[in-house]
Each structure stands twice: as C-alpha cells, then as structure tokens.
T-cell receptor, first 109, second 113 residues
Framework: GQNIDQPTEMTATEGAIVQINCTYQ??????LFWYQQHAGEAPTFLSY????GLEEKGRFSSFLSRSKGYSYLLLKELQMKDSASYLC??????????FGKGTTLSVSS | DGGITQSPKYLFRKEGQNVTLSCEQN?????MYWYRQDPGQGLRLIYY???????QKGDIAEGYSVSREKKESFPLTVTSAQKNPTAFYLC????????????FGPGTRLTVL
C-alpha cells in the first residue's frame, strides 16, 4: 500500500525555527515535493528532493533520507505569513503525486 | 501572463445535477491533473492526463469524468453518481518529467445542496 504521514498541527513563535516531518511508504519513489497552502488558496511549490541530503532555499530547507522513507521541511526565522498548511507529496512513478494530509502551522507573535 | 485558471471560484448545484468545472492553462504544459480536497484531508487525485485525448483514473475517479480535447483545457464533470460531491476542487498542470513541479489553479469550491 501507500501511506504518507505528517503531523496534523504545529505551533511556533515568530523568529523561531520549526521542523515539519513527513514519513512515507510507497511502492515506488521518484522524488518528494513540499508545497505551501494558505487557507482557501492554491498550493505553491516549495522544494523537491530526489537524492539524500539537504536542499537549502532561503529560509526554507528540505531534507530527504530514502532508506528511512523520511523527509523534513525546516523553516527558519519564522514570520506570521508562514502560517499555512504544508503538504508533503511523493512521486511514485510518472508524474502523478500522492499527498499527505498536510500539517497546519500556526505562527504567533 | 502565464498561468492556470479555474472558474467559477464558487459553485452551487442541486443534488442530482451534473456540473462541469473548467480548467485552462497557457503554460504549454503537457500534463494536467484534477484533485479534490476535503477539510482535514490532503489532496486526492481524481484524474490526470499527459497527452491530448488520453487520461488516466486517479484514486477517486468514481462519479467523475474528464476530457482532454485541447492541450490547454481539462474540464472535470461531477456527475450525479458522485455520492459526496461538496468539496474544494483543484486543477494543476506540469511537465512530463518526474522532477517537474505542478502548478495549481485557484480552485473551485463546489457546494451541492
């Protein structure tokens, strides 16, 4: 079967660092995506990992361990505008994605 | 401006009626996708298409139908056979490589009364 797990909710304060974990069990693996989705809006692309290791992009970084079926999204210097849902998605084969249920992050001042 | 559009943003229909949601892209993407999102749920794939006149079922295709007569357009019909059609529907497009990100439209919130 296929399964992607993320925590349902997380809270953090402005300026802090937060790590959102994602574990996956899928029949194939062609890469893992992270998307950000503000309430009522479309998801927007944050990062893509296909090789083990850390990919850094400004305040956001994403890590992948294929042997452990594990990824995390690291958000630094949190801002209020980072309050959103963060979606982990796996490409098993081809181009279609399997999404986790998303993690809702609330940032407070 | 390149992008992906969905209309309308909000749609209300009576139970038993079929309804068609539009999705248009001018990004010259080969692949297009339809997802459904319910509260507390992730995105679930309904149908996708990688080439004109061809499409594949996703995980929850029952009660839905699609067509891909033009590269730019991928309309979704929610039929009366769909038991629980009220949801947020998202259309996306992207390239054919596994590393290509998907670009999402603004979504259509369908409410069936």
């Amino acid at each position: 079967g296929q399964n992607i797990d993320q925590p349902t909710e997380m809270t953090a304060t402005e300026g802090a660092i937060v790590q959102i974990n994602c574990t996956y069990q899928t029949s194939g693996f062609n890469g893992l995506f992270w998307y950000q989705q503000h309430a009522g809006e479309a998801p927007t692309f944050l990062s893509y990992n296909v090789l083990d290791g850390l990919e850094e992009k400004g305040r956001f970084s994403s890590f992948l361990s294929r042997s452990k079926g594990y990824s995390y999204l690291l958000l630094k210097e949190l801002q209020m505008k980072d309050s959103a849902s963060y979606l982990c998605a796996v490409n098993q084969a081809g181009t279609a994605l399997i999404f986790g249920k998303g993690t809702t992050l609330s940032v407070s001042s | 401006d390149g992008g992906i559009t969905q209309s309308p943003k909000y749609l209300f229909r009576k139970e038993g009626q079929n309804v068609t949601l539009s999705c248009e892209q001018n990004l010259n993407h080969d692949a297009m996708y339809w997802y459904r999102q319910d509260p507390g749920q992730g995105l679930r794939l309904i149908y996708y298409s990688q080439i004109v006149n061809d499409f594949q079922k996703g995980d929850i295709a029952e009660g839905y139908s699609v067509s891909r007569e033009k590269k730019e357009s991928f309309p979704l019909t929610v039929t009366s056979a769909q038991k629980n059609p009220t949801a947020f529907y998202l259309c996306a497009s992207g390239g054919l490589s596994s590393y290509n990100e998907q670009f999402f439209g603004p979504g259509t919130r369908l409410t069936v009364l």
